[in-house]
């Protein structure tokens, strides 16, 4: 045994025991075990066990909050009145809101409806959206010929009527509306006079903004928007979507649809020498618009025949977005797998809820198709119907200048979109879902430059 005292030893435990017991006289730990650190520390436990049951009491306790699957905005005024919120609006404002790239004298000569149709279309019919030049009125009779539905029409006249020696277009397209009933029944005007600042320019006009504006215009849920060119559609698009009702559940999705375009071959009047131009040989076309193909099987005839070729609008030498041995034979629809940014067909689609064409360019209709390609719609060739370029007027000449820009442009657009639609993409959470593929795969080179990584899905 140990003995008792003040002997180091008696610190250590006995052989006997257990477990050691250690003391310390630390000050902390004096503070620590004594009566008012304890006092403090149990009132600090209890105030924070109230505290949580407080909130969880508040939390339960409130009501809660109602969730509205469709909220309509109600006005704070005249909330029953049937009227539209910016009725009041003028028409300069909305337009000049609309069409953000032109200045105000362009967007002040714009006059929609200006000769409305006689007839009222119906939501569900498809409207050939489109626009006529001054000088090719006679286009809008060929068209009533051919297409039995609404068209919604831009007029862009670049000389006024009151020009010495200079026809009024206007009396021109007054008469024909008097003398064709199917001109006053199908056909909506939308008028665009250029300012007297902007004549004698050598800056071409705005296509892009004529195709929003008669798409913009159409009375009905879905368009045909079309160049003018003078093509013209040789079938009955409608009566093929009312055949297939599927197809119309693809539109309203948002997809797009292709009609092949083609054109009639033509054939010089005299031979060439070797100061001449084409202009000075003279083309004429192999078909007159009355022998035109009404069906697809005629058009292929035609083709073998060498009367009708393939339009490069649609048919792309590089990368063929429509395959036209696999068109001949087709029976069904058709998905685009290698699109092309060059490809500007005629398309059917909704008339809203779809991209508009940038009006950066003075006539780009690939930039239009394109936007509508990233943005997620699918191109669907359509087995029977197809456009027909007669050859009755020659092709918009540009100038070199306005090609160089248009080039430009389009470069640094394909660029600009391809940024624009992934961040889009990327801040909805749908950069992996099956709406972004387009985006994922025809972006690869452009996001792979600016260092974005691409994940596929």
């Not at 010929?145 to 397209?173: C, F, M, N």
């Not at 849920?221 to 160049?227: E, G, K, N, Q, T």
């Not at 193909?293 to 063929?320: C, F």
């Not at 087709?330 to 689609?349: E, G």
Request: proline share 6%; charged share 20%.
């Amino acid at each position: 045994m140990f003995k008792s005292g003040n002997n180091s030893s008696s610190l250590l435990p006995s052989s006997g025991a257990s477990s050691p017991t250690y003391r310390s006289n630390h000050p902390i730990a004096k503070v620590l075990k004594s009566k008012p650190a304890k006092t403090i520390l149990v009132a600090y436990v209890g105030f924070c066990a109230l505290f949580t049951l407080k909130h969880i009491f508040s939390y339960h306790s409130q009501p809660k909050p109602i969730v509205y699957k469709h909220f309509d905005l109600q006005r704070t005024y005249d909330a029953d009145a049937s009227y539209s919120v910016v009725a009041n609006l003028s028409s300069s404002v909305i337009l000049s809101k609309m069409f953000t790239f032109h200045t105000p004298a362009i967007t002040d000569s714009i006059q929609p409806f200006y000769i409305r149709s006689t007839s009222t279309p119906k939501s569900e019919d498809i409207t050939l959206a489109t626009f006529v030049p001054q000088d090719e009125l006679s286009e809008l009779a060929s068209l009533v010929e051919r297409y039995p539905g609404p068209i919604s029409a831009v007029l862009h006249i670049d000389q006024p009527s009151d020009i010495p020696g200079t026809p009024s277009p206007i009396k021109r397209l007054l008469a024909m509306r008097a003398s064709n009933p199917k001109v006053r029944e199908q056909v909506d005007i939308h008028l665009i006079t250029t300012p007297a600042t902007h004549r004698q320019t050598t800056i071409q006009q705005q296509a892009n903004l004529h195709r929003n504006l008669a798409r913009f215009f159409a009375r009905s849920d879905y368009v045909l928007l079309m160049d003018s060119d003078g093509s013209l559609p040789m079938t009955n698009v409608a009566r093929s979507f009312e055949q297939h009702p599927q197809w119309i559940e693809k539109l309203r999705a948002g997809n797009v649809f292709v009609l092949p375009g083609f054109n009639v071959s033509t054939t010089a009047t005299s031979t060439f020498q070797d100061d001449m131009t084409i202009a000075d040989v003279g083309l004429v076309p192999a078909l007159s618009v009355a022998n035109l193909p009404a069906d697809k099987e005629s058009l292929l005839g035609y083709i073998r025949e060498g009367q009708v070729s393939l339009s490069e609008k649609t048919w792309k030498k590089t990368i063929r977005n429509v395959d036209f041995n696999a068109w001949a034979g087709q029976t069904r629809l058709s998905a685009i797998q290698n699109y092309d940014p060059y490809f500007s067909p005629s398309v059917v689609m909704r008339r809203d809820k779809m991209l508009w064409c940038p009006e950066r360019f003075g006539d780009n209709h690939a930039a239009c198709m394109f936007e509508l390609y990233l943005s997620g719609a699918d191109f669907w060739v359509l087995p029977n119907d197809f456009t027909v370029n007669a050859a009755t007027r020659p092709e918009n000449v540009v100038s070199d200048r306005e090609q160089m820009i248009n080039t430009r442009l389009y470069q640094k657009f394909h660029e600009e979109s391809c940024l624009k639609h992934a961040r889009a993409f990327y801040a909805a959470g749908e950069w992996d879902s099956d709406r972004a593929r387009h985006c994922r795969i025809s972006c690869q080179k452009v996001l792979a430059v600016w260092g974005l990584v691409i994940r596929q899905a």
